[in-house]
Protein backbone atom coordinates (compact mmCIF):
# COMPACT_ATOMS: atom_id res chain seq x y z
CA UNK A 1 0.00 0.00 0.00
CA UNK A 2 3.09 2.22 -0.09
CA UNK A 3 2.32 3.88 3.54
CA UNK A 4 -0.64 5.04 2.73
CA UNK A 5 -3.26 2.07 4.65
CA UNK A 6 -1.28 0.51 7.21
CA UNK A 7 -4.63 -1.31 7.94
CA UNK A 8 -5.19 -2.35 4.58
CA UNK A 9 -1.70 -3.57 4.16
CA UNK A 10 -2.43 -5.46 7.66
CA UNK A 11 -5.09 -7.05 6.75
CA UNK A 12 -3.60 -8.06 3.34
CA UNK A 13 -0.40 -9.50 5.40
CA UNK A 14 -3.10 -11.72 7.52
CA UNK A 15 -4.83 -12.64 4.76
CA UNK A 16 -1.46 -14.16 2.85
CA UNK A 17 -0.01 -15.82 6.29
CA UNK A 18 -3.50 -17.34 6.79
CA UNK A 19 -3.79 -19.04 2.87
CA UNK A 20 0.06 -19.09 2.09
CA UNK A 21 1.04 -22.98 3.78
CA UNK A 22 3.68 -22.75 6.71
CA UNK A 23 5.43 -25.45 4.93
CA UNK A 24 6.27 -22.88 1.56
CA UNK A 25 9.64 -21.70 3.04
CA UNK A 26 10.80 -25.40 3.40
CA UNK A 27 9.76 -25.81 -0.06
CA UNK A 28 11.33 -22.75 -1.24
CA UNK A 29 14.84 -24.03 0.87
CA UNK A 30 14.52 -27.24 -0.82
CA UNK A 31 14.10 -26.22 -4.43
CA UNK A 32 17.26 -23.99 -3.72
CA UNK A 33 19.03 -27.15 -2.58
CA UNK A 34 18.15 -28.99 -5.83
CA UNK A 35 19.08 -26.22 -8.08
CA UNK A 36 22.57 -25.87 -6.98
CA UNK A 37 23.03 -29.49 -7.52
CA UNK A 38 22.48 -29.21 -11.03
CA UNK A 39 24.90 -28.10 -13.48
CA UNK A 40 24.49 -26.98 -17.12
CA UNK A 41 23.51 -23.37 -18.62
CA UNK A 42 20.02 -21.78 -17.20
CA UNK A 43 17.91 -23.19 -20.11
CA UNK A 44 18.81 -26.77 -18.91
CA UNK A 45 18.26 -26.28 -15.35
CA UNK A 46 15.27 -24.61 -16.09
CA UNK A 47 14.13 -28.03 -17.77
CA UNK A 48 15.29 -30.52 -15.03
CA UNK A 49 13.45 -28.45 -12.84
CA UNK A 50 10.12 -28.93 -14.85
CA UNK A 51 10.72 -32.54 -15.06
CA UNK A 52 11.14 -32.90 -11.14
CA UNK A 53 7.95 -30.53 -10.83
CA UNK A 54 6.06 -32.10 -13.62
CA UNK A 55 4.29 -34.87 -11.20
CA UNK A 56 3.01 -32.51 -8.61
CA UNK A 57 0.44 -31.45 -11.16
CA UNK A 58 0.87 -33.91 -14.07
CA UNK A 59 -1.46 -36.86 -12.20
CA UNK A 60 -1.56 -39.64 -14.53
CA UNK A 61 -4.49 -41.13 -14.60
CA UNK A 62 -5.11 -45.08 -15.44
CA UNK A 63 -7.23 -46.12 -17.94
CA UNK A 64 -10.19 -47.03 -16.31
CA UNK A 65 -9.98 -43.77 -14.25
CA UNK A 66 -9.91 -41.73 -17.81
CA UNK A 67 -12.85 -43.98 -19.45
CA UNK A 68 -14.76 -44.62 -16.04
CA UNK A 69 -17.90 -43.21 -18.28
CA UNK A 70 -18.04 -45.30 -21.19
CA UNK A 71 -17.24 -48.45 -19.20
CA UNK A 72 -20.46 -48.31 -17.36
CA UNK A 73 -22.05 -47.47 -20.04
CA UNK A 74 -21.09 -50.49 -22.04
CA UNK A 75 -20.95 -52.47 -18.82
CA UNK A 76 -24.69 -51.56 -18.19
CA UNK A 77 -25.39 -52.19 -22.00
CA UNK A 78 -24.16 -55.69 -21.55
CA UNK A 79 -25.67 -56.34 -18.60
CA UNK A 80 -28.87 -56.08 -20.17
CA UNK A 81 -27.89 -57.71 -22.95
CA UNK A 82 -26.97 -60.91 -20.87
CA UNK A 83 -30.02 -60.89 -18.64
CA UNK A 84 -32.30 -59.92 -21.53
CA UNK A 85 -30.82 -63.17 -23.16
CA UNK A 86 -30.69 -65.22 -20.39
CA UNK A 87 -34.11 -64.46 -19.71
CA UNK A 88 -35.71 -65.14 -23.48
CA UNK A 89 -33.92 -68.75 -23.07
CA UNK A 90 -34.73 -69.41 -19.94
CA UNK A 91 -37.96 -68.24 -18.84
CA UNK A 92 -41.32 -69.02 -21.32
CA UNK A 93 -43.18 -66.45 -19.80
CA UNK A 94 -40.60 -63.53 -20.25
CA UNK A 95 -40.61 -64.70 -24.21
CA UNK A 96 -44.39 -65.04 -24.58
CA UNK A 97 -44.82 -61.49 -23.11
CA UNK A 98 -42.23 -59.74 -25.61
CA UNK A 99 -43.51 -61.80 -28.57
CA UNK A 100 -46.94 -60.65 -27.41
CA UNK A 101 -46.10 -57.04 -27.71
CA UNK A 102 -47.35 -54.90 -30.54
CA UNK A 103 -44.40 -54.42 -33.18
CA UNK A 104 -45.60 -51.03 -32.68
CA UNK A 105 -43.45 -50.56 -30.06
CA UNK A 106 -40.20 -51.51 -31.53
CA UNK A 107 -40.40 -49.65 -34.24
CA UNK A 108 -40.98 -46.58 -32.20
CA UNK A 109 -38.05 -47.64 -29.66
CA UNK A 110 -35.96 -47.43 -32.05
CA UNK A 111 -37.24 -44.55 -33.96
CA UNK A 112 -37.43 -42.74 -30.59
CA UNK A 113 -33.71 -43.49 -30.18
CA UNK A 114 -32.76 -42.01 -33.25
CA UNK A 115 -34.04 -39.46 -33.62
CA UNK A 116 -33.71 -38.01 -30.11
CA UNK A 117 -29.84 -38.53 -30.97
CA UNK A 118 -30.57 -35.85 -33.41
CA UNK A 119 -32.62 -33.50 -31.40
CA UNK A 120 -30.79 -33.80 -28.33
CA UNK A 121 -27.22 -32.77 -30.55
CA UNK A 122 -28.14 -30.30 -32.64
CA UNK A 123 -31.89 -28.83 -30.71
CA UNK A 124 -34.46 -29.16 -33.40
CA UNK A 125 -35.93 -31.89 -35.88
CA UNK A 126 -37.18 -34.56 -33.47
CA UNK A 127 -40.81 -33.52 -33.40
CA UNK A 128 -40.59 -33.09 -37.14
CA UNK A 129 -38.97 -36.18 -38.22
CA UNK A 130 -40.87 -38.03 -35.32
CA UNK A 131 -44.32 -36.56 -36.74
CA UNK A 132 -43.19 -37.64 -40.36
CA UNK A 133 -42.41 -41.00 -39.16
CA UNK A 134 -45.68 -41.28 -36.97
CA UNK A 135 -48.06 -40.43 -40.03
CA UNK A 136 -46.35 -43.34 -41.77
CA UNK A 137 -47.26 -46.02 -39.40
CA UNK A 138 -50.57 -44.78 -39.84
CA UNK A 139 -51.05 -42.65 -36.68
CA UNK A 140 -53.95 -39.63 -36.27
CA UNK A 141 -52.34 -36.45 -36.31
CA UNK A 142 -53.23 -35.40 -33.26
CA UNK A 143 -52.73 -39.12 -31.82
CA UNK A 144 -49.25 -38.57 -33.11
CA UNK A 145 -48.69 -35.44 -31.51
CA UNK A 146 -49.49 -36.40 -28.11
CA UNK A 147 -47.53 -39.63 -28.55
CA UNK A 148 -44.16 -37.25 -29.26
CA UNK A 149 -44.77 -34.79 -26.76
CA UNK A 150 -45.43 -37.29 -24.08
CA UNK A 151 -41.89 -39.06 -25.26
CA UNK A 152 -40.42 -35.60 -25.07
CA UNK A 153 -41.48 -35.03 -21.30
CA UNK A 154 -38.69 -36.97 -20.14
CA UNK A 155 -35.90 -36.63 -22.73
CA UNK A 156 -36.06 -33.18 -22.82
CA UNK A 157 -36.19 -32.82 -19.24
CA UNK A 158 -32.94 -35.12 -19.14
CA UNK A 159 -31.40 -33.27 -21.79
CA UNK A 160 -32.41 -30.14 -20.42
CA UNK A 161 -30.41 -30.61 -17.22
CA UNK A 162 -27.38 -31.87 -19.00
CA UNK A 163 -27.50 -28.20 -20.64
CA UNK A 164 -28.31 -26.78 -17.36
CA UNK A 165 -25.09 -28.56 -15.98
CA UNK A 166 -23.04 -27.30 -18.78
CA UNK A 167 -23.80 -23.73 -18.50
CA UNK A 168 -25.58 -23.41 -21.90
CA UNK A 169 -28.52 -21.73 -20.71
CA UNK A 170 -29.77 -17.70 -21.22
CA UNK A 171 -32.11 -17.55 -18.31
CA UNK A 172 -33.09 -13.96 -19.62
CA UNK A 173 -33.51 -15.77 -23.20
CA UNK A 174 -35.54 -18.16 -20.77
CA UNK A 175 -38.15 -16.11 -19.07
CA UNK A 176 -38.82 -13.93 -22.28
CA UNK A 177 -40.06 -17.24 -23.90
CA UNK A 178 -41.49 -19.56 -21.85
CA UNK A 179 -44.86 -18.20 -21.14
CA UNK A 180 -45.55 -17.32 -24.71
CA UNK A 181 -44.75 -20.69 -25.89
CA UNK A 182 -46.59 -22.26 -23.16
CA UNK A 183 -50.07 -20.75 -24.04
CA UNK A 184 -49.33 -21.46 -27.46
CA UNK A 185 -48.47 -25.36 -27.10
CA UNK A 186 -52.00 -25.29 -25.25
CA UNK A 187 -53.99 -23.60 -27.89
CA UNK A 188 -52.32 -25.82 -30.48
CA UNK A 189 -52.59 -28.98 -28.67
CA UNK A 190 -56.44 -28.54 -27.45
CA UNK A 191 -57.62 -27.28 -31.44
CA UNK A 192 -55.82 -30.56 -32.95
CA UNK A 193 -57.58 -32.47 -30.35
CA UNK A 194 -60.39 -31.19 -31.25
CA UNK A 195 -60.02 -31.91 -35.08
CA UNK A 196 -59.38 -35.31 -34.23
CA UNK A 197 -62.10 -36.91 -36.28
CA UNK A 198 -61.50 -35.42 -39.52
CA UNK A 199 -57.41 -36.86 -39.22
CA UNK A 200 -58.26 -37.78 -43.18
CA UNK A 201 -58.18 -34.23 -43.97
CA UNK A 202 -55.65 -32.97 -41.17
CA UNK A 203 -52.91 -35.50 -42.37
CA UNK A 204 -51.94 -33.86 -45.65
CA UNK A 205 -51.53 -30.80 -44.10
CA UNK A 206 -49.48 -32.19 -41.46
CA UNK A 207 -47.45 -34.19 -44.21
CA UNK A 208 -46.47 -30.65 -46.41
CA UNK A 209 -46.15 -28.28 -43.27
CA UNK A 210 -43.25 -30.88 -42.62
CA UNK A 211 -41.49 -31.04 -45.80
CA UNK A 212 -41.79 -26.99 -45.84
CA UNK A 213 -40.42 -27.23 -42.90
CA UNK A 214 -37.04 -29.19 -43.75
CA UNK A 215 -36.89 -26.79 -46.93
CA UNK A 216 -37.46 -23.39 -44.55
CA UNK A 217 -34.32 -25.26 -42.31
CA UNK A 218 -31.96 -25.50 -44.91
CA UNK A 219 -32.39 -22.51 -46.43
CA UNK A 220 -31.79 -20.53 -42.98
CA UNK A 221 -28.63 -22.45 -42.54
CA UNK A 222 -26.60 -21.51 -45.53
CA UNK A 223 -27.67 -17.71 -45.10
CA UNK A 224 -26.71 -17.98 -41.93
CA UNK A 225 -23.51 -16.17 -42.06
CA UNK A 226 -24.91 -13.77 -43.56
CA UNK A 227 -27.60 -12.68 -41.05
CA UNK A 228 -25.04 -12.60 -38.31
CA UNK A 229 -22.79 -10.17 -39.89
CA UNK A 230 -25.27 -8.02 -41.10
CA UNK A 231 -27.77 -7.77 -38.75
CA UNK A 232 -28.78 -7.50 -34.86
CA UNK A 233 -30.15 -9.87 -32.46
CA UNK A 234 -33.64 -10.83 -32.92
CA UNK A 235 -36.13 -8.72 -30.79
CA UNK A 236 -39.36 -10.06 -30.68
CA UNK A 237 -38.66 -13.06 -28.54
CA UNK A 238 -42.34 -13.65 -27.11
CA UNK A 239 -44.12 -13.94 -30.50
CA UNK A 240 -42.00 -16.15 -31.84
CA UNK A 241 -41.95 -18.23 -28.50
CA UNK A 242 -45.93 -17.96 -29.42
CA UNK A 243 -45.87 -19.22 -32.47
CA UNK A 244 -43.03 -22.02 -32.05
CA UNK A 245 -45.32 -23.46 -29.17
CA UNK A 246 -48.32 -23.00 -31.26
CA UNK A 247 -47.01 -24.74 -34.43
CA UNK A 248 -44.97 -27.56 -32.85
CA UNK A 249 -48.34 -28.80 -30.76
CA UNK A 250 -50.04 -28.57 -33.36
CA UNK A 251 -48.49 -30.22 -36.48
CA UNK A 252 -46.52 -32.54 -34.09
CA UNK A 253 -43.70 -30.33 -33.93
CA UNK A 254 -41.52 -27.72 -35.55
CA UNK A 255 -40.38 -26.36 -31.83
CA UNK A 256 -36.83 -26.30 -32.32
CA UNK A 257 -36.89 -25.96 -35.63
CA UNK A 258 -38.53 -22.82 -36.08
CA UNK A 259 -37.29 -21.16 -32.76
CA UNK A 260 -33.85 -22.10 -32.33
CA UNK A 261 -33.25 -21.78 -36.45
CA UNK A 262 -34.77 -18.43 -35.94
CA UNK A 263 -32.87 -17.36 -33.09
CA UNK A 264 -29.17 -18.71 -34.26
CA UNK A 265 -30.02 -16.63 -37.52
CA UNK A 266 -30.84 -13.56 -35.81
CA UNK A 267 -27.60 -13.56 -34.55
CA UNK A 268 -27.83 -15.50 -30.96
CA UNK A 269 -25.33 -17.93 -29.72
CA UNK A 270 -26.13 -21.36 -31.08
CA UNK A 271 -24.74 -22.96 -27.83
CA UNK A 272 -26.88 -20.97 -25.58
CA UNK A 273 -29.88 -20.87 -27.83
CA UNK A 274 -29.75 -24.56 -27.80
CA UNK A 275 -29.38 -24.97 -24.07
CA UNK A 276 -32.16 -22.61 -24.01
CA UNK A 277 -34.72 -24.17 -26.43
CA UNK A 278 -34.22 -27.59 -24.88
CA UNK A 279 -35.10 -26.59 -21.16
CA UNK A 280 -38.06 -24.49 -22.22
CA UNK A 281 -39.09 -27.72 -24.36
CA UNK A 282 -39.12 -30.07 -21.54
CA UNK A 283 -42.21 -26.85 -20.03
CA UNK A 284 -43.77 -27.10 -23.54
CA UNK A 285 -44.30 -30.81 -23.58
CA UNK A 286 -45.53 -31.47 -20.00
CA UNK A 287 -48.36 -28.66 -20.55
CA UNK A 288 -49.09 -29.91 -24.20
CA UNK A 289 -49.35 -33.51 -23.34
CA UNK A 290 -51.93 -32.79 -20.34
CA UNK A 291 -53.89 -31.24 -22.82
CA UNK A 292 -53.59 -33.98 -25.42
CA UNK A 293 -54.08 -36.70 -22.75
CA UNK A 294 -56.94 -34.99 -21.24
CA UNK A 295 -58.78 -34.54 -24.65
CA UNK A 296 -57.66 -37.74 -26.48
CA UNK A 297 -56.71 -40.45 -23.14
CA UNK A 298 -54.57 -43.12 -23.54
CA UNK A 299 -54.47 -43.97 -27.14
CA UNK A 300 -51.25 -46.01 -29.32
CA UNK A 301 -49.56 -46.40 -25.77
CA UNK A 302 -47.31 -48.76 -27.76
CA UNK A 303 -45.80 -45.70 -29.32
CA UNK A 304 -45.90 -43.69 -26.59
CA UNK A 305 -43.53 -45.99 -24.39
CA UNK A 306 -41.65 -46.71 -27.15
CA UNK A 307 -40.40 -43.27 -27.99
CA UNK A 308 -40.19 -42.41 -23.81
CA UNK A 309 -37.78 -45.02 -23.91
CA UNK A 310 -35.70 -44.63 -26.65
CA UNK A 311 -35.38 -40.98 -26.33
CA UNK A 312 -34.43 -41.37 -22.89
CA UNK A 313 -31.55 -43.00 -24.05
CA UNK A 314 -30.76 -40.75 -25.80
CA UNK A 315 -30.49 -37.71 -24.83
CA UNK A 316 -27.88 -37.50 -22.21
CA UNK A 317 -25.49 -38.46 -25.36
CA UNK A 318 -26.55 -35.98 -27.34
CA UNK A 319 -26.24 -33.49 -24.89
CA UNK A 320 -22.28 -33.77 -25.07
CA UNK A 321 -21.96 -34.03 -28.50
CA UNK A 322 -24.08 -30.70 -28.91
CA UNK A 323 -20.68 -29.24 -27.89
CA UNK A 324 -19.00 -30.28 -30.18
CA UNK A 325 -21.28 -28.94 -33.20
CA UNK A 326 -20.84 -25.79 -35.65
CA UNK A 327 -24.25 -23.63 -35.89
CA UNK A 328 -24.34 -24.45 -39.70
CA UNK A 329 -24.21 -28.27 -38.77
CA UNK A 330 -26.76 -27.59 -36.41
CA UNK A 331 -29.40 -26.35 -38.94
CA UNK A 332 -28.30 -28.50 -41.78
CA UNK A 333 -28.55 -31.69 -39.93
Not at 87 to 103: A, G, Y
Not at 238 to 264: E, K, N, Q, R, Y
Not at 301 to 317: F, M, N, R, T
Amino acid sequence: TNGKSPTIAKRLKEILNEGIPAELDDTLQNMSALRQTLKGDFASKVKKLNQVTEGLVNNKKSFAERNIKWLIWVSAVLFIYTAGLTLWNTEPVFKTFLIDIDPLFYWFLGAGFVFAMIDGAIGMSYGVTTASFSLAMGLPPASASMAIHISEVLSNGIAGWMHYKMGNVNWKLFKILIIPAIIGAVLGAYILSSLEHYSAYVKPIVGVYTLCLGGIILMKAFNIKKKKTGAQKIKKIAPLGFVGGFIDAAFGGGWGSIVLSSLIAGGRHPLFSLGTVKISRFFIATLSSLTFFTMLGGRYWEAVVGLIIGSALASPIAARVSNKISAKTIMVA
